[in-house]
């Protein structure tokens, strides 16, 4: 099990996206960062860009605070992770940092 960060969910993306018979079995996507609106702006983080948009090979579920204070991850970027979620059928679960999220199937 894969458990990720920011842009480490990004980097999770692109794993799937390229190792297709990698042995992770799920992931837990957390707080993920959007390369694709903040990399224009933000050398360091270009090569993560553009963000897969592919299905996730294994069960996940994301996770996102509404109320992050993380610059990547404000109401705007909220919405585009459930997009982000949709496309890569994972479950998505969102509330405040107190929040406790459910284990999901998902996949």
Do not use: E, K
Not at 22 to 27: D, G, L
Not at 70 to 76: E, L
Request: charge should be positive; glycine fraction near 6%.
């Amino acid at each position: 099990m894969l458990i990720a960060h920011s842009l480490g969910v990004i980097l999770v993306a692109h794993h799937a996206a390229t190792r297709p018979n990698s042995p992770v079995r799920a992931a837990l996507l957390v707080a993920p960062g959007d390369a694709d609106l903040h990399a224009p702006t933000n050398p360091p983080i270009t090569s993560f860009a553009p963000v897969p948009r592919t299905r996730l090979p294994y069960p996940s579920t994301m996770v996102v605070s509404r109320t992050s204070r993380s610059a990547f991850c404000r109401w705007p970027c909220l919405l585009r992770s459930n997009g982000v979620s949709r496309r890569w059928h994972a479950v998505s679960a969102a509330g405040t940092r107190d929040s406790v999220v459910r284990s999901c199937q998902g996949g």
